[in-house]
């Protein structure tokens, strides 16, 4: 079976489109064959700095024959029916078709339409320069003469050449006939940049399948797979760390890029100064990492060593030396400004060391004041940083307050914690944000419980980031993104489908692992109003709304749905179906999200037992009955049974345990002991099961069964102590 | 020691300026002088802004001294200045082997291809002030970013057909790594020896020191807030007086180097840290405005490709 191999060499298409280039290739042709038939045995992408490539193996020579028959009017039908059938068919007279006859029908015509099956190649014809000229990059552009032309053909970076063979393997293969944007397939490739030539390929290298590509690539310096040369990369790198005594600090994100930036990787060690190792080890990662693409090493102990490690893409007759020294420099340059950076950072700023109402601040004090008169904008209509600072303090002394945090030491953090972006070296590195804070806050003193609190009070940041545990930590990191939230929802910037431009989910995610990990019971709705911007109430005042008895502010309902299903979506993560937090948010005004979980926890366990299982079907059942009973008679059954009209002895014993039951889950509920309430409730299952075995609902006395069905009530009832069950699937 | 020693680009930050010079010369480069005006960047000379809009193929070549007035360090750091020259070429269209081209020209100011680390790093070029962007690299050379490489889409808001090449180098830092020099003050710029020797520090620090003074302490801002606001308005009205009956334009030119100077004078008021960062965009935007309307202009000129 013949194989297809595509390649398209262009200049230096950026390290982080190749991976998804590549994948995008492969499924998009791939797709393209099947829909037309055209079934394969397997398929491969691949991409380097100036190529993706794709093979596809086992392909048909030909597709399949197509044979299609067209049921035409009956004989003798009117002249324009029989010229319409002909034409449709694509028959030129009306002896090419057959005539059938039918017991019920008569004689009729049919057309057999027999469409012999397109040569693959054909298709690939005309299938790839489709695909090619609507590739998916995430950038295009245009180049050339042709870029005069409207639609003019795009790619990534100037496309030069493609390769596309066909054929089986033990012939000569096709060349794909087509062209593209000026470029005409071929079978011609070429080797590395610049080491091709020195390995006997001065020009362009003839291919003509998969395997002799692969093989005569890396002979011309190239290696095709993106993960080989990740591998040779890791295990060169560590391989030199170790030599030296020292551990590669991996970095995975990273180590992608970098292969991204190679087609024959060599790795290389450099070093810096012993000096530099004064400033802070994340400093010299993120310096050296965004800047050079090298990476770090550490020694035994864990901390940094003065050495990095380097990935060139060529091998340099004097073994790199000119390279290093190269990199050395600029790396030496870098840390430089760095150091610039960590030292200007804790000094008194010139215009602040003068001025008679800032000059006895603190460094880190200064650059607050410096944020604070830069009057720089958080966002235009939630005022600008300065004023969320103090927003933040004072919701920072609430939260404090709520949760049994330090109150000093919680509002001295969220006072300082955006300080450090008016720092040199956050300027210059928007991912130390938070980090840097707490260096300086430690350098000038501040206590250790604010300084920490600087650095984690964006966590977490994702699902695997770090969630702060000490308590000022926490108040400051819940303000900050409580604060976030309240003011977006205030002025209607809430996320919308895949739009998120404020990471509000990561935030509302942020407050729920906050909240569950710490085991902190904070009053949501309260709080998010007490967090909602003044400007934006001004601006927009909201309809009040009833939360647990108070009236409180639509955005603050809105946000805790927010939340809600936020909630939702973490607790599926962790295998609790929608259904039973559902039954549980049911109940309406939870906004205590620890008891929310607390309660959910519990049902799920009484759930999986037998208790549990049975309870749940009489419940539901109960259930059913009332709401077709309750339909039919337009009345509703809410109200207690009458003990008097009580009868058969499994409903006395019903009436008996729906009362015991109910006050002891209530009970159990108030003492937020869910696990008690559960058991409270299990000792309903025996008698609903006894009353749905003996006890006939629909008795034909009007007033028994009236008191039956809200005996049915009162089962609904005990258990809505714990969730509505009737939201609970199976 | 001959004359032509001295010129190498090894030698002497001259000797660079005129290798590249020679080298773009033999490609069928006009080499331009600089423009006279104040610019951020070579981008800004109307040999790259203007000419890349419009049909007619143009080739040049030329060095701009580059003034960034928020890089100034009073002559202390050791690569920062606030101005600077770049090297800057232009090929409309641009030719398929724009970088092989670009190789060749490292390889004539003395880049061993096969001992150098030459890699061309995604950076994708965008000026907000000019309305342009395009995609491209940085080029980097053992670790050192030396070169900017873009395919201009767009300038002044107008889609470039067809798309431009073009190429930037940084001469200091070039010219620092080709003479092994740490310091831009040290740098050899004539290629003399002992008296004869004249360093980028003789020439340039004592203007490093008191133009980042300049910058940051004693520009009065009411006169470049002033200063804005009349190459502004200057720039519109000349859009407006040159826009002729016939459709063509007769004062493209002139209206941007208003343009030029409004940015310019925004450039300085942001070292003076007085406009704030709405402030800011407001101001860029301005800026952009009168650049797009420039390449409008442009475009109904004959260097703009109109028809007669």
């Given at each position: 079976m013949p194989d297809l191999l595509l390649e398209l060499f262009s200049e230096e298409i950026p390290a982080r489109m190749q991976r998804k280039?590549?994948?995008?290739?492969?499924?998009?042709?791939?797709?393209?064959?099947?829909?037309?038939?055209?079934?394969?045995?397997?398929?491969?992408?691949?991409?380097?700095?100036?190529?993706?490539a794709l093979h596809i193996a086992g392909l048909p020579a030909v597709g399949q024959d197509v044979r299609e028959e067209r049921k035409g009017p009956r004989?003798?039908?009117?002249?324009?029916?029989?010229?319409?059938?002909?034409?449709?068919?694509?028959?030129?007279?009306?002896?090419?078709?057959?005539?059938?006859?039918?017991?019920?029908?008569?004689?009729?015509?049919?057309?057999?339409?027999?469409?012999?099956?397109?040569?693959?190649?054909?298709?690939?014809?005309?299938?790839?320069?489709?695909?090619?000229?609507?590739?998916?990059?995430?950038k295009s552009m245009r180049w050339g003469a042709a870029s005069a032309q409207p639609g003019a053909m795009r790619w990534v970076r100037p496309l030069h050449s493609i390769v596309a063979t066909f054929g089986p393997e033990t012939e000569e293969p096709q060349v794909v006939p087509f062209s593209v944007g000026g470029v005409t397939a071929g079978n011609e490739t070429r080797g590395h940049r610049f080491m091709a030539k020195g390995a006997g390929f001065p020009g362009p290298i003839q291919v003509k399948r998969f395997d002799d590509y692969v093989a005569v690539l890396e002979k011309a310096k190239v290696i095709l797979d993106t993960d080989r040369r990740k591998d040779i990369i890791l295990a060169e790198a560590r391989n030199l760390a170790f030599a030296q005594g020292l551990e590669l600090v991996e970095d995975e994100g990273l180590l992608e890029e970098v292969a991204g930036l190679v087609e024959w990787p060599v790795v290389l060690m450099g070093a810096f100064e012993e000096e530099f190792l004064a400033i802070p080890p994340e400093v010299i990662r993120a310096t050296i990492r965004a800047n050079q693409k090298c990476f770090v090493l550490k020694k035994a102990d864990g901390a940094l060593a003065n050495r990095f490690i380097l990935v060139s893409n060529i091998v340099a007759p004097d073994r790199g030396a000119a390279i290093i020294a190269g990199n050395e420099r600029v790396v030496r340059a870098r840390l430089s400004d760095a150091r610039h950076f960590w030292q200007t950072d804790q000094r008194p700023m010139p215009d602040y060391r003068e001025r008679a109402?800032?000059?006895?601040?603190?460094?880190?004090?200064?650059?607050?004041?410096?944020?604070?008169?830069?009057?720089?904008?958080?966002?235009?209509?939630?005022?600008?940083?300065?004023?969320?600072v103090e927003r933040l303090v004072e919701l920072a002394g609430k939260i404090a307050l709520a949760i049994g945090a330090d109150g000093g030491l919680a509002t001295r953090a969220a006072r300082l914690a955006k300080a450090d972006l008016t720092t040199e070296m956050v300027g210059e590195f928007p991912e130390l944000q938070g980090l840097m804070g707490r260096y300086y806050a430690a350098a000038e003193g501040e206590d250790p419980r604010v300084a920490a609190a600087l650095e984690d009070h964006y966590k977490p940041l994702g699902p695997s980031d770090r969630t702060p545990t000490a308590p000022v930590s926490v108040t400051v990191a819940l303000a900050d993104k409580l604060d976030t939230l309240a003011g977006f929802w205030a002025i209607d910037e809430k996320p919308t489908g895949s739009k998120d431009p404020y990471a509000l989910r990561r935030a509302a995610l942020g407050v729920i692992r906050l909240v569950l990990e710490n085991d902190l019971r904070l009053p949501l709705v309260e709080i998010c109003q007490e967090a909602e911007p003044e400007g934006a109430k001004r601006a927009a005042p909201r309809m009040p709304e009833e939360f647990a008895g108070r009236v409180v502010s639509s955005d603050a309902v809105s946000l805790l749905e927010f939340f809600h299903d936020r909630l939702k979506v973490f607790l599926r993560d962790q295998g609790y179906s929608h259904d039973l937090i559902d039954a549980v948010l049911s109940l309406g005004d939870q906004d205590d999200l620890l008891l929310v979980v607390r309660r959910v926890a519990a049902l799920k366990q009484f759930l999986d037992t037998a208790d549990g299982k049975s309870l749940l079907a009489g419940v539901k059942r109960a259930a059913n009955i009332l709401r077709i009973e309750e339909k039919k008679d337009g009345a509703s059954y809410?109200?207690?049974?009458?003990?008097?009209?009580?009868?058969?002895?499994?409903?006395?014993?019903?009436?008996?345990?729906?009362?015991?039951?109910?006050?002891?889950?209530?009970?159990?509920?108030?003492?937020e002991d869910y696990q008690g309430a559960m058991t409270a409730l299990a000792a309903l299952r025996g008698p609903v099961d006894a009353f749905f075995e003996a006890v006939t609902v629909n008795a034909d006395d009007a007033a028994l069964r009236a008191n039956r069905l809200r005996l049915l009530a009162g089962i609904r009832e005990a258990t809505r102590a714990i969730a509505d069950f009737s939201r609970i699937e199976g | 020691m001959t004359g032509s020693d001295q010129s190498s680009p090894k030698r002497s930050f001259q000797g660079l300026i005129l290798t590249l010079h020679e080298f773009w010369a033999k490609q069928g480069c006009v080499i331009l002088q600089p423009y006279d005006m104040e610019v951020g960047a070579g981008t800004f000379h109307p040999a790259t802004t203007l000419r890349a809009l419009g049909p007619k193929p143009w080739k040049a070549a030329y060095v701009q001294p580059s003034r960034r007035p928020t890089d100034g360090r009073y002559g202390e750091n050791p690569n920062r200045l606030q101005h600077y020259y770049q090297y800057q070429v232009i090929l409309k269209p641009n030719p398929p082997n724009l970088q092989e081209l670009y190789l060749a020209s490292l390889e004539a100011i003395g880049v061993d291809l096969a001992l150098h680390d030459v890699r061309f790093v995604e950076d994708d070029w965008e000026s907000p002030t000019l309305g342009a962007w395009g995609l491209g690299w940085e080029c980097w050379c053992d670790g050192m970013e030396v070169s900017q490489f873009t395919y201009f889409q767009q300038v002044a808001g107008v889609e470039c057909a067809p798309v431009a090449g073009e190429l930037t180098y940084g001469l200091e830092r070039l010219a620092m790594y080709v003479q092994g020099v740490e310091r831009v003050y040290d740098l050899n710029f004539n290629g003399g020896e002992g008296d004869d020797k004249v360093t980028y520090g003789d020439v340039f620090l004592q203007a490093e020191q008191e133009f980042s003074a300049f910058n940051f302490e004693y520009a009065d801002t009411d006169i470049l807030f002033r200063h804005f606001a009349d190459a502004e308005n200057e720039c519109k009205r000349l859009l407006e007086a040159g826009a002729r009956a016939d459709g063509r334009h007769g004062l493209a030119m002139p209206a941007y180097d208003q343009c030029i100077k409004a940015s310019h004078a925004f450039n300085l008021l942001d070292a003076r840290g007085v406009i704030s960062v709405t402030e800011r965009q407001s101001y860029i935007l301005r800026v952009r405005e009168l650049a797009k309307a420039c390449g409008a202009a442009w475009l109904r000129t004959e260097g703009g490709g109109a028809a007669a």
């Open positions: 280039a590549a994948q995008d290739l492969q499924s998009l042709v791939t797709n393209a064959l099947v829909e037309r038939g055209l079934l394969y045995e397997g398929a491969g992408a691949w991409a380097t700095p100036r190529r993706i004989v003798g039908a009117p002249d324009g029916a029989i010229q319409g059938f002909l034409k449709g068919a694509g028959l030129s007279s009306i002896d090419q078709a057959q005539v059938v006859s039918d017991p019920k029908k008569g004689e009729f015509y049919v057309a057999v339409i027999e469409k012999p099956g397109q040569p693959t190649l054909d298709v690939l014809a005309e299938v790839l320069p489709r695909i090619i000229q609507n590739f998916p990059w995430p109402d800032t000059k006895h601040l603190k460094p880190l004090e200064q650059r607050l004041q410096k944020l604070i008169d830069s009057r720089s904008v958080f966002h235009e209509k939630l005022g600008t940083q300065g004023e969320r809410d109200a207690a049974a009458d003990a008097s009209l009580l009868q058969a002895d499994e409903e006395k014993a019903l009436f008996t345990a729906l009362g015991a039951a109910r006050e002891a889950a209530e009970a159990a509920v108030k003492r | -």
